[in-house]
């Protein structure tokens, strides 16, 4: 893991301090509440129905067991909703008493979250999180937000380069750049090192892949313009090879010409996605012409030099975990056999929650924070300290935040996944569905946000509770379901082979479907938006209609194919036809999510 300089630590905590100052005089009424908005939002804490909600960076998803450990504490002592006033919750919120707190919501861009701590202790929550290296800093705004990868960076098997070394460049060149503080709209950037695309890169305002050429020579393909939202849009593919030393020569022409050329007057269309779908070709031109100037006439000023590269990968050099060689195999032969014989459920955690490693004596193991009676990503503060224990005894202190709201653990010794597994079940954290339905993305909705149609975590919990047979999981296969609760698409409906997003219709909570999205992985297919099946759905409809969905999979999938594969090849109309024989006739006033 990158580990933070003395000047990295002073940053954090001057700028920790500098948070108590502006906080202590807003509450002293020396900073107006509108002066006080843009710097809190600028470390992170937003406003959400009920309460504060602080968004927590974490750079390309890279987390210490002390950080957990931080984190957990955060949760337990400070993540209170009964500190909140909730009697002037929304009536049709009847349960907000049940809503969870005492725990950290993983995101998909790599980030944590809480949603109960009182601004008035906003300030301590800083400093606590400044001692381990952490922040809130443009976790928020219209700038550079945080940088996200594949979590398996640094150990896949099929990586091409680890892109983690450039990740931290790119966080360090992006932190307070002083040119793009101010974006038309918040502007994400991930970046991927392996040839099967986990990093979702073509959904970005830029996606970076690591390629190199016939020569040999390493490099980036470049994407811009991809989004979700209202418009959702596949990025356009600006540059086929991008010598990796000007990355960020290039990152630069293309936010300058974002920022120059982005609309300002519509918040709707101020992303730079919809610039690239407007302008075309002229914007590859301009971001062109911008980039030679950058060359030309500054000098390339950020020009990465190997010695630079090296510095920064010292920091992502591998812990020494091999194991003996002579008696790896041996060992490794043992389990599986175990494994086969003795317990399917470990079998099944092998083939799901485990993957293959570049060091073949180690394997990345994934721990499931998808589980009946609590909403997917959620982390209890008993869990985040489990987790770091895990992470200390079975990953060098180390684990990743994955893009599906799950934690990795990326050093794990093939020997130790016996144990591993064993401690793992007994904190709930084994369940061997990772790429399973179950293994949903959902974003926290109308729960907790103002800006949602509808309620996200009562359908995800209706579906946890319908398809708990580990059996059936297994023989419906590889399925990505998403649920958003608007149209920001903060749950990444639209990249789901199944798709559900929230919707406003006469102030009733209703839900739109999708079939067929994919976030361009390899068991996905090429990165494209899901595409609707009919008119929305009641809440107390929707866990029916999921079934009649993959009834209609079981019915028409040829042997060995995928769920994706099968709506590919015949098409949305079965699925339309057998969603829309499920519709009930309830009552508007009874469709509500609570019915959920």
């Known amino acids: 893991m990158y580990q933070y300089s003395d000047f990295d630590r002073q940053f954090v905590h001057l ?36 309460a504060p909600m602080l968004r927590v960076a974490v750079p390309y998803g890279e987390i210490s067991a002390p950080q957990l450990r931080v984190l957990a504490r955060i949760a337990r002592e400070f993540d209170h909703k009964e500190a909140h006033d909730l009697s002037k919750a929304n009536a049709a919120l009847a349960d907000v008493p049940s809503l969870p707190d005492r725990c950290a919501h993983f995101t998909t861009r790599q980030n944590v979250q809480f949603n109960w701590i009182p601004l008035a202790r906003a300030a301590d929550v800083m400093d606590l999180l400044a001692s381990v290296n952490m922040h809130g800093i443009q976790t928020s705004g219209n700038c550079i937000r945080n940088i996200t990868t594949d979590a398996l960076a640094g150990v896949a098997v099929d990586e091409v380069a680890d892109p983690r070394p450039f990740a931290e460049i790119l966080r360090q060149w992006s932190t307070l750049h002083p040119e793009f503080a101010f974006l038309p709209r918040k502007f994400k950037v991930a970046i991927t090192g392996a040839t099967e695309d986990r990093a979702a890169t073509p959904w970005h305002d830029v996606g970076l892949r690591l390629v190199r050429n016939v020569d040999g020579d390493l490099g980036f393909q470049v994407r811009v ?46 992303r730079i996605k919809i610039l690239v779908k407007a302008e075309g070709q002229r914007f590859i031109d301009e971001v062109e012409a911008e980039y030679t100037d950058i060359l030309d006439k500054d000098g390339a000023p ?33 389990i599986l056999k175990a494994a086969a014989e003795d317990d399917l459920e470990f079998s099944r955690w092998l083939q799901r929650n485990v993957r293959a490693h570049r060091n073949p004596d180690l394997r990345a193991v994934t721990l499931s924070f998808k589980r009946v009676g609590q909403a997917p990503g959620d982390a209890t503060a008993d869990q985040l300290d489990r987790a770091a224990e895990l992470a200390d005894r079975f990953s060098a202190g180390e684990a990743r935040v994955t893009h599906e709201q799950n934690l990795v ?32 993305i959902a974003c926290p909705g109308g729960d907790f946000c103002d800006l949602a149609n509808a309620r996200s975590l009562p359908i995800a919990q209706a579906l946890l509770e319908r398809y708990r047979d580990l059996d059936e999981l ?35 909570e209703w839900y739109q479907v999708t079939l067929g999205g994919s976030d361009g992985s390899r068991l996905s297919g090429t990165a494209v938006p899901g595409r609707v099946i009919g008119p929305s759905f009641a809440a107390a409809e929707m866990a029916d209609v999921v079934e009649a969905i993959l009834e209609t999979y079981r019915l028409h999938r040829e042997p060995g194919e995928r769920f994706v594969s099968t709506v590919q090849r015949i098409g949305l109309d079965p699925f339309k036809a057998a969603t829309q024989a499920v519709r009930t006739h309830t009552a508007p006033g009874n469709r509500s999510v609570a019915a959920a």
């Open 225 to 270: 313009g991809g989004g979700m939202g209202r418009t959702p849009i596949i990025g356009t593919v600006i540059r086929e090879f991008l010598p990796w030393a000007q990355v960020l020569n290039y990152l630069e022409a293309i936010v300058r010409v974002y920022n120059r050329f982005g609309r300002r007057d519509n918040a709707y269309k101020a």
């Open 302 to 334: 950020h020009t990465l030099t190997p010695s630079e590269l090296d510095r920064v990968s010292a920091h992502f050099a591998p812990p020494d975990l091999t194991c003996d060689r002579k008696s790896a195999d041996d060992k490794i032969a043992h």
């Open 15 to 50: 700028r920790a301090s500098q948070f108590r100052d502006q906080l202590t005089r807003w509450q002293a009424g020396a900073l107006a509440e509108d002066e006080f908005k843009p710097l809190r939002l600028q470390n992170g804490w937003y406003v959400q129905r009920f």
């Open 474 to 508: 297994h023989d419906l296969g590889d399925i990505d379901l998403h649920i958003s609760g608007c149209i920001n698409s903060c749950g990444h409906h639209h990249s789901g082979h199944i798709g559900i997003l929230g919707v406003d219709k006469d102030g009733q």
């Open 409 to 440: 653990l990326p050093w794990v010794r093939c020997d130790q996944l016996p144990e591993l597994w064993r401690e793992a079940r007994r904190l709930g954290l084994a369940r061997p569905n990772i790429g399973l339905l179950t293994d949903m």
